[in-house]
């Protein structure tokens, strides 16, 4: 019940193949006829911003969002500095590429102070809003998985990111929902209701057990324990209707001809998200 | 400031010292005036519940907790009846080996039926409660990190074992306090009050960075990036000042002598605890 009908809104997070560059990325994508496309911005600069543009518009295929800015807490204020130049770039970036969606994966503390860094990410978002409202793009909180705490990410809960988000209008700043992050929490759905009219993404992929790799430990939707599809129905009732990225972190998907990977991918999303 | 001035709640979970026998790790925690010790069933099993018994009266070591009960979703209603059974078997063992503390680990789901799981684990703490309170014992719930929430526990936070424990009195269910677990919780202190008078346990250990392993990557207490002392004063602010148990996962400890493990935990219990 209430599957998917057709992959309008499947998008390829681009480290799903990450052995692709950006350019053998979007043609693949364009090939299994998959729209949209979720850009690192790693990929980005091995071919630069124009070239990145040029790629996309030749191949019609839009830009879901764009991974990633955030990583506020640095040790000195210098470097608290240079990472918001960072995310301005990101910024211009995102709205070069014609999304309206910039990804903040927050980063880890850098000591043992766990609070003082929540509140270099809340006054990083803080000092970002002006700069990414004018070019129109919208900052999304994503939420990491708890034992990514210590090395990317010390917001970890949907709670979390949104209070981040309510604290400011929709139109500045949203969350990304990710499954693998939220799966586990007995709040999910209380606070992806709260959630409502700011979700700015939705990634899905897989939770295997037995779970080979903290970072290198995700599947393909179907090959775990993840209840997906009440999940998307959960996002779709808070408002939620766009593109939803599949974002894979596994050497074995990896490992393999990315157009297959596509084929997979469309399969799984249609059986199971 | 607030350091802990002897080692007179230091308990050696015998997990820390893998490769010794239940007796190996007895004898090593008296030859290091280490006063308490925590014991796992299967270590019991080997040489069976009185041989163990003697060996602990003899050596004038007091036991904190059994490790464990608990993992209570099956499959089956025969095999959630068996689960029941075991628990109580496991009782048995606490009170017959003096501690008033059968630490629970309440098990994964046996489906993508999360929500299932946790009224199931819910159920089997209320089947087991007046058995235990015969026999003087305390179920502690102890909640494990979301990373295990597929394999292990489908209990990830200390919110979740508040609400599981606050429906009885605090003779029959209380939590145990694992920084492991919880340490990156946003929620971790306003839930350690929320546990006042309810804390059966406490255990320390450390996350070090870069985290080699889902199950064996726990580290020595200050060799990873926890704040592990306002930790301690939250718990003890909560009226517990019971036993402290060091129970670390790490293949390379395992590899050491126990007798140096011993001599490390009690050194930097003092500095970090």
């Known amino acids: 019940m209430n599957q998917l009908q057709s992959i309008d809104r499947l998008s390829l997070n681009q480290i799903t193949t990450n052995r ?3 350019k053998e990325a979007v043609e693949g994508s364009a090939r299994a006829e998959v729209p949209w496309i979720a850009l690192w911005r790693h990929k980005i600069e091995e071919i630069g911003l ?3 543009k040029r790629i996309i518009r030749d191949a019609g295929i839009k830009v879901s969002s764009i991974c990633r800015g ?3 807490p640095a040790p000195t204020e210098a470097e608290r500095k240079e990472r918001i130049d960072d995310n301005r770039r990101a910024v211009d970036e995102a709205a070069e590429l014609g999304t309206d969606v910039l990804v903040l994966v927050c980063g880890p503390a850098p ?3 766990l609070s003082g860094a929540r509140q270099i990410v809340a006054d990083g978002i803080e000092e970002l809003i002006p700069y990414a409202k004018e070019r129109g793009i919208k900052l999304g909180v994503e939420p990491l998985h708890p034992m990514y705490a210590a090395e990317r990410s010390v917001i970890v809960s949907l709670a979390q990111a949104n209070d981040l988000a309510e604290k400011y209008s929709p139109d500045e700043v949203g969350v990304v929902v990710d499954v693998f992050h939220i799966w586990w929490d007995p709040d999910m759905f209380k606070q992806i209701a709260r959630a409502k009219g700011r979700i700015l993404g939705y990634h899905v992929s897989d939770w ?7 970072l290198m430990g995700r599947g393909m939707m179907g090959d775990g324990v993840i209840d997906l599809r009440p999940i998307r129905l959960a996002v779709e009732e808070a408002g939620y209707k766009g593109p939803i990225e599949v974002e894979i972190f596994n050497q074995e998907i990896w490992d393999q001809p990315g157009d297959d990977v596509l084929a997979l991918m ?3 999303y249609i059986k199971y998200v």
């Open 266 to 268: 469309k399969d799984r």
């Open 70 to 72: 955030g990583m506020f």
């Open 208 to 214: 295997i057990v037995p779970t080979p790799d903290l």
């Open 50 to 52: 124009k070239e990145s």
């Open 111 to 113: 000591n043992k102070d």
């Open 20 to 22: 692709w560059s950006l």
